[in-house]
RNA sequence: GGCCCUAUCGUCUAUCGGUUAGGACGUAUCCUUCUCAAGGAUAAAAGCAGAGUUCGACUCUCUGUAGGGUCACCA
């Protein structure tokens, strides 16, 4: 049986450095063509030569490299005049576009060749994959302009006479194309073409429920790759923007995304985008990353720490974190400690309604533990102080230990800081504590 | 304004005529705890409105309402 393999397309226009709501649409073209074991296929649609630019164009390739997307052929729509040309001859000849001679808009006096199709107001009526039966009624859209002049195609060309010579059998694009939709369909039709499948996704909103985009502060994808943001997480969170394979799990790879997409659960409305989410997914992907990348990871951002202190501290600093660009900030507060010794306030180690002598003593009764203890993991040093600390107060012992090791009062706990520290340094902490607090 | 699309907790969503309308994020409370997190538990929180169809509608139909998209010699 021979069936026509399944091609899609991502066709973003190189106008601007491009945001999630514009990889969204990437994201379902790539799920279905991979689901079907088809073709996806980029094509920058740079006919505008005015507002195209290269370094957008870089910036999409680079996006979609790193989120994973890779496609199977790359079109350049400015590389395509000829063939657009070609086919808007054809139209002519046939009737169906005529040239018209038009002052230019720009008021610049000058008159152009323009093409515009000849539309007869028919209606055109398309099922779209996910909407179902949409109907237009075409009369109101006139003898639209499909060219500036014959060598010089416009957006609406150029998409159908591209989408039918790289054999695209199914259009995944943006709910805002709809309107646009039934043009491309009578330019098709005129031309002869067959009809893809179309499926118009939801819109991805912000928080005013009004369409994702630059002014409403929706950032370049490459923006999240440079806080730190992983792509998986990314492409899983996008990928649930509108779509949702029913079930509880929610954390999903690339690959069991492409293996659960089904086109008819896409849904109809536009759904907005929630960062609080976008970063508990961010979490649950780190978590899911093996120890030796995340080693790496956190390696990139604390570059001042000891490798052997960084392996200690891993769980913790993964633990605190849900996005490795926090360790940015994260850093100077709430670990720096560890390789920085803290300054003693006398104030501050002293626990609740004890004082000073009290914690001095304490901390010279846990140093004495310490020096005998078995520093191979952070619950080796809890049995050997939590004895003590239960008999003595566990406020009155551990708050100034803690507080000895770190000059903080909000830290992680004082077993996992003497484990990362080691007991040199531990002593050292201590001394230096109690010295202050003899005085 | 014309045309088009949409409508379940604050947000993302499950439900494909019969459920105490389920989950997740976030929020609150509690437990755990030297502190902060994390973790565990619990709670509050939704079918836009009105008509139909049906024994029975969140689910099907219609109307209204609300929101959105689009109306270029951009894509």
């Known amino acids: 049986m021979v069936t026509s393999k399944i091609v899609t397309r991502f066709a973003p226009s190189p106008t601007g450095l491009l945001h999630m709501g514009n ?240 086109i008819t659960k896409i849904h109809k409305g536009g759904a907005i985008f929630n960062k609080e989410k976008l970063s508990w997914v961010n979490k649950e992907h780190i978590k899911l990353q093996s120890v030796d990348v995340q080693l790496k990871s956190i390696e990139r951002h604390m570059k001042d720490y000891p490798e052997d202190m960084l392996k200690k501290l891993l769980p913790t600093v993964i633990e605190k974190i849900s996005n490795y660009g926090d360790l940015a900030t994260v850093d100077n507060t709430e670990f720096r400690f560890f390789i920085k010794r803290p300054v003693v306030d006398v104030e501050k180690i002293v626990w609740k309604n004890s004082n000073k002598s009290e914690a001095s003593q304490n901390l010279k009764s846990v140093k004495g533990l310490l020096l005998k203890a078995d520093f191979s993991s952070p619950d080796s040093l809890k049995q050997s102080i939590m004895e003590y600390a239960e008999k003595n107060g566990k406020g009155n012992v551990l708050w100034p230990l803690r507080m000895a090791l770190s000059g903080q009062e909000k830290s992680v706990d004082p077993f996992t800081i003497c484990y990362v520290l080691g007991v040199e340094e531990v002593v050292i902490r201590i001394d230096n504590a109690c010295q202050s607090l003899d005085s």
Do not use: C
Request: proline letters at 4%; glycine letters at 8%; charged letters at 30%.
């Open 23 to 262: 990889y969204r649409t990437a994201v379902f073209a790539y799920m279905f063509a991979k689901k079907n074991g088809g073709k996806f296929i980029l094509r920058i649609e740079d006919t505008d030569r005015e507002r195209s630019k290269k370094e957008y164009e870089d910036n999409i390739v680079e996006s979609l490299e790193w989120l994973g997307l890779s496609y199977d052929e790359k079109y350049r729509q400015s590389e395509h005049v000829e063939s657009h040309t070609k086919y808007l001859q054809k139209l002519i000849n046939d009737g169906k576009a005529y040239i018209s001679k038009e002052e230019a808009k720009d008021g610049s006096g000058v008159i152009r060749e323009l093409v515009r199709f000849k539309n007869n107001g028919q209606t055109v009526i398309f099922e779209d994959a996910i909407r179902g039966k949409i109907e237009t009624d075409t009369k109101d859209l006139g003898d639209f302009v499909i060219a500036k002049s014959i060598s010089e195609p416009l957006f609406h060309i150029a998409v159908v006479v591209d989408d039918y010579e790289e054999g695209v059998t199914h259009i995944l694009r943006g709910e805002d194309h709809i309107p646009n939709t039934p043009r491309q369909i009578l330019i098709r039709e005129a031309l002869g073409f067959p009809q893809p499948i179309y499926a118009h996704l939801p819109l991805v909103l912000s928080e005013d429920r009004t369409k994702l985009s630059k002014r409403k502060g929706a950032l370049p994808v490459t923006d999240y790759r440079d806080m730190g943001y992983l792509p998986s997480a990314i492409l899983n969170f996008m990928a649930f923007i509108g779509f949702n394979p029913g079930g509880e799990k929610e954390i999903f790879t690339l690959d069991e995304l492409v293996e659960v997409f089904d």
